[in-house]
């Protein structure tokens, strides 16, 4: 596994294990709740409280330290690590908090590198959960509110019996390759000067391949064929799993559609080495961690096989 392209990006490595086969005995997760070795990660929307005087950083309280952070939510079991059985819970908007423990966003966590390995991955899962619990507290098939089960990898409707399941979006994301270029495009959300691979979500009753397909030329009137998938990445902004490809360019000619993007243009593995290099004059890529800079480097190293 340690030679998983997917293994290097950002979110990807979580320590704990999920222990899924616990999920149906609420009896023995309030225990193991309650129990001194219980851990909590606090998610106040997309922070999460850091304590930031170790190295690396630790997101996982016990909870005589968390308790006056605690909003009062359901805990969602997410796995045990070490003997600590781990849960996420959403913190307060303003906790009182001593000055070696910050809220952090998730992305500069990751920007950063704060976290160790298998921390990362815990709080991007975290995250995403308890935005799910959150933002899903009603049942979407008659408007009564739902209960968490499973450990909170499920909401059952008292009402009508619904049963509803957290979601994780998938996403696209490819690297057009034409013999020794690429596509790359920038956003006009994108910090200045800063070109990224194309990305898009993949609709219902659509493969991953054709959305590529699709996504590529919508965007920047490029054609593409034959599709392989390289790597993925969690991508907790809120639920989404990015899946990393490289397409092969069947035509060249750039149109561009304004509304999804700023720019594109084809670069040589020359100019990508150059501005991996952080020597090119106009052009920036994202950083290392990042799917999209992490297909570029693949790419660039002849590894995308
Ligand atoms: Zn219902």
Redesign the pocket.
Known sequence: MRNEASRRTGFSRNGLDRQAQFRPDAARLAAMAESADARFVLVAGDRILVDVSRQPCDTQFDRPTAAPWMAGGEPVFLGSENGHAVFAVPALDEPALPDTVKAIDLRSIAMQGLLGDSQTGAAAQARSLVHWHESHRF?S??G?ESAMREGGYRRD?P??G?QHFPRTDPVAIMLAVDGDRCLLGRQARFLPDTYSALAGFIEPGETIEDAVRREVFEESGVRVGEVRYVASQPWPFVSSLMIGCIAEATSAEIRLDPAELDDALWVSREDLLTIFAGAHPTIRTPRRGAIASHLMYLWLADRVD
């Open positions: 049942c098939r008659c009564q409707c009402a009508c619904a």
